[in-house]
T-cell receptor, first 113, second 115 residues
Framework: RKEVEQDPGPFNVPEGATVAFNCTYS??????FFWYRQDCRKEPKLLMS???SGNEDGRFTAQLNRASQYISLLIRDSKLSDSATYLC??????????????FGTGTLLAVQP | EAEVAQSPRYKITEKSQAVAFWCDPISGHATLYWYRQILGQGPELLVQ????????DSQLPKDRFSAERLKGVDSTLKIQPAELGDSAMYLC?????????????FGPGTRLTVT
């Protein structure tokens, strides 16, 4: 079983739709959580951090449930430019001060006109 | 905005040849990471440096891969000899560990094709 699991998609949605991505992680030592966005053949870029209290950035809302080890990303009013792969990422501390990012395989979103 | 620099952007090499990639992290970032990303998968950590020291190379195939960050700034990742299965995107990232949550910033990557 992978440490971070995501539905690979693809999610094909029309413009203006609301879409939700889910992610689960298996290691309870995970400390911080992120969503990264990766465009085709480009590098991953940080989209937003995820906090237990939930956080919102414009049309994007991220939620964390530590008890269920579950992370979500909600995108409202989808735009064509939202088409990308969304990577769920957890940061785990190990060996004292060392931190390691563990990436999911990503969920592909295709927003259709 | 400061960026992580990588070169080359693309590299085609024949199997059994040697290949090297270079990374210059964001100025002041003490932690540097090399990842490998195979198509359809998420990035996987190969090696992590804190300044000039390796803190994690558990996933680095040490029989053929080596990495160094001699002065604690830029870094080189080498593969010798390259194998067909090494074809992938090699990403460098850096982060400041000054405070959580340790966000990492990625360079544009080097896309390696081994023929």
């Amino acid at each position: 079983r992978k440490e971070v699991e995501q539905d690979p998609g693809p999610f094909n949605v029309p413009e203006g739709a609301t879409v939700a991505f889910n992610c689960t992680y298996s290691n309870s030592a995970s400390q911080s959580f992120f969503w990264y966005r990766q465009d085709c053949r480009k590098e991953p870029k940080l989209l937003m951090s995820v906090y237990s209290s939930g956080n919102e950035d414009g049309r994007f809302t991220a939620q964390l449930n530590r008890a269920s080890q579950y992370i979500s990303l909600l995108i409202r009013d989808s735009k064509l430019s939202d088409s990308a792969t969304y990577l769920c990422v957890v940061n785990r501390r190990y060996g004292g001060a060392t931190n390691k990012l563990i990436f999911g395989t990503g969920t592909l979103l295709a927003v259709q006109p | 905005e400061a960026e992580v620099a990588q070169s080359p952007r693309y590299k085609i090499t024949e199997k059994s040849q040697a290949v090297a990639f270079w990374c210059d992290p964001i100025s002041g970032h003490a932690t540097l990471y090399w990842y490998r990303q195979i198509l359809g998968q998420g990035p996987e950590l190969l090696v992590q440096f804190q300044d000039e020291s390796v803190v994690d190379d558990s996933q680095l195939p040490k029989d053929r891969f080596s990495a160094e960050r001699l002065k604690g700034v830029d870094s080189t990742l080498k593969i010798q000899p390259a194998e067909l299965g090494d074809s992938a995107m090699y990403l460098c990232a850096s982060s400041s560990t000054a405070q959580p949550p340790y966000e990492q910033y990625f360079g544009p990557g080097t896309r390696l094709t081994v023929t």
